[in-house]
C-alpha cells in the first residue's frame, strides 16, 4: 500500500524543506526506515502545525487555529509503500519504534469526477453565462484579471479553450507545476477533463490567470489515464502555498479549483484509524488545505458524482460519500445543477465526512461547452460544476481581494445569498442552494456602502 510517512527530522532540515528557495530530497529527510520503500522522485512536503490560541486546546482542530511552519512546529511528509503482508505491523511498529516518525497516513487514489450516464445537455455555456450574470459582472470590471485561479486536474490544452470560448486563455507558466514523472508544458496538454475545467471557470472569469497543475496525470501502478495519488495533491497544495505567500498581501487572492476525490475506502486506513484520509481532519492533506485557506485562498472541491439516482461506478462507500477534503469545512463544497435550475442525479448528498453541511451549493453542470469530450458531449458531473462555481468566486476576487474579504467571509456569503432550491434552509440536496449573482453582488454593495 502507498502511504505517507510524517517525520520530524532535526530543526535545519524541517526549516530546508519548508524554504522554498532550497531544494532537498528525500535522502536528505531519511536514510531509511524499516520494511518502507521510500519514493526518492516524491519532493518532501512541510506538514504546518496547528496551534492554538493561548489556554487553548493543543489536541482539539475545532478551534481558532494558526498554522505554524516555523522549524521546531512543522514536520515533513515523505512517500513510500508498504507491502500488504507487513502493513500493520509496519503502520504499529514504525512510530513506536523510530523517534522521528509521527504517523503513517493513506495515500489514497483521487480521480476525476465524470458524470455516469449519457443524457443530452441541458442548455449550453451562454445560458450558464446567462444565469451567472457575466455581461452585470463585466460591466462593472469583475472578469477575474489579475487573479491566479489554479485548475488542479489533468492539464489544460489552452489552444482548445480558445477555439470554443472565442479568445486566448492567460496561461501563468511561471506558477504552473508538474508532479515528478509529469512531462508537459503548461497549457499544452491533450484535451482531457481539465481543458473543460479551464473552459467552465472562463465562462464569468474570463481573464483570470490559469495555473495549470495536472496532479490527474501522475502514473501509478494499475491506475488509469486520469487518476493519481494524493500524495501528488499534497506537494501541489504546498507549491500553492509558495505561490500565495509570494503576492502582495494587501491584494492576494488564490482561487484553486479541484474537481476530483477518492471514490474507495479501499486505499484509505479504516475510519478511527490514525492514518485515515476520508474522516480525519489531522490528516496531513486536511492540514494543508485549512492552512492555505487560513492563508487566504478560496478552495473549491467537487461534490462528486456518487449521488443516489445515478452513482459513478466507483462509488464504494457505502453512504455519506463526500468525504476527506471535499467535505473540509475550509473549503466550498460544490454539487450539481443544470441550467433548469434542477439538481442532477449523480450529485452527491451530503451529510459530509469532515463537516455535516457538505456540499455547501450548488453550480451549473451538465451543459454544451467545451466540448473536451466530442461534440455533443456536455460538460458534466460536479466536475463542470465546481469551475462554474470557481469562475464566479475569481471575479468577485477582481475587486474583493483576501485581505478585504475573507474565505470563510466570502463562503459565508454565497451561503447566505443562495436561491433556496430544496426544502426550506439548508439540506443535503442542495447545501444552502443554487448560486445567485444577483444577491451576492447586492450583499457586496451594501458590504461597500457600510466600509465608506
Known amino acids: 500500500m502507498r502511504v505517507l510517512i510524517q517525520l520530524r527530522p532535526t530543526p535545519d532540515i524541517v526549516a530546508a524543506v519548508a524554504d522554498p528557495g532550497v531544494a532537498t530530497t528525500t535522502a536528505d529527510v531519511s ?28 489536541l482539539s482542530l475545532n ?29 504499529t511498529l514504525l512510530p513506536n519504534t523510530r523517534s522521528d516518525v509521527i504517523g503513517v497516513h493513506a495515500d489514497p487514489v ?6 455516469c450516464g ?9 445560458d450558464v453565462e446567462r444565469l451567472l450574470r ?25 489552444a482548445h479553450v480558445a477555439q470554443r470560448i472565442g479568445h486566448a486563455p492567460i496561461i501563468d507558466s511561471a ?14 496538454f491533450e484535451v482531457d477533463h481539465g481543458t473543460m475545467c479551464a473552459f467552465d471557470a472562463l465562462i464569468s472569469a474570463s481573464k483570470a490567470s490559469l495555473i495549470d497543475i495536472p496532479v490527474l496525470l501522475s502514473r501509478r501502478p494499475g491506475g488509469s489515464e486520469i487518476d493519481g495519488l494524493l500524495s501528488d ?16 498581501a494587501a491584494t492576494r487572492s488564490l482561487v484553486v479549483s479541484n474537481s476530483w476525490g477518492s471514490f474507495s475506502p479501499e486505499w484509505d486506513f479504516p475510519v478511527g484509524h490514525p492514518g485515515n484520509y476520508s474522516d480525519n481532519a489531522a490528516h496531513p492533506f486536511n492540514l494543508i488545505v485549512s492552512s492555505l485557506e487560513q492563508a487566504g485562498a478560496d478552495v473549491l472541491f467537487a461534490a462528486g ?29 460544490v454539487a450539481g445543477a443544470d441550467t433548469e435550475g434542477e439538481r442532477v442525479g449523480y450529485s452527491s448528498q451530503g451529510p459530509g465526512r469532515l463537516a455535516q453541511r457538505k456540499p455547501d451549493i450548488c453550480s451549473y453542470t451538465h451543459f454544451s461547452g467545451s466540448g473536451a469530450f466530442g461534440e455533443g458531449s456536455p460538460d458534466s458531473g460536479t466536475s463542470a460544476a465546481c469551475p462554474v462555481a470557481a469562475g464566479l468566486v475569481a471575479a468577485i476576487r477582481t475587486r474583493w481581494p483576501a485581505a478585504v474579504l475573507s474565505p470563510s467571509q466570502l463562503r459565508t456569503l454565497l451561503h447566505r445569498t443562495a436561491d433556496d432550491r430544496g426544502g426550506v434552509g439548508y439540506d443535503y440536496d442542495y447545501g444552502y442552494g443554487l448560486l445567485d449573482v444577483a444577491g451576492v453582488l447586492a450583499a457586496l454593495r451594501r458590504r461597500d456602502r457600510r466600509a465608506a
Request: aromatic letters at 4%; one cysteine or more; glycine letters at 12%.
Open 305 to 333: 458524482n456518487c449521488g443516489r439516482d445515478c452513482r459513478d461506478r466507483r462509488c464504494a462507500y457505502p453512504d455519506r460519500p463526500i468525504g476527506g477534503a471535499n467535505s473540509h469545512p475550509s473549503v466550498l463544497s
Open 175 to 188: 506558477h504552473s507545476w508538474n508532479p515528478s514523472g509529469v512531462s508537459g508544458t503548461a497549457g499544452r
Open 134 to 158: 457575466v455581461a452585470e459582472l463585466r460591466s462593472e470590471g469583475l472578469d477575474g484579471s489579475g487573479v491566479p485561479l489554479a485548475v488542479v486536474d489533468t492539464g489544460i490544452n489552452a
Open 31 to 58: 536514510d531509511g526506515l524499516p520494511g518502507v520503500v521510500l519514493d526518492h522522485s516524491f519532493v518532501p512536503v512541510a506538514v504546518p502545525r496547528p496551534v492554538p490560541a493561548a489556554g487553548g486546546d493543543p
Open 118 to 126: 449519457g443524457d443530452a445537455p441541458v442548455g449550453d455555456w451562454h
Open 110 to 115: 483521487i480521480g476525476s469526477s465524470i458524470v
Open 233 to 248: 495533491a499534497v506537494a501541489a497544495f504546498a507549491h500553492l502555498r509558495t505561490v500565495l505567500d509570494s503576492l502582495p
Open 63 to 91: 478551534q481558532a487555529l494558526t498554522f505554524s511552519f516555523a522549524a521546531e512546529h512543522a514536520s515533513v511528509l515523505v512517500r513510500g509503500e508498504i507491502s500488504d503482508d507487513e502493513l500493520s505491523t509496519r503502520v
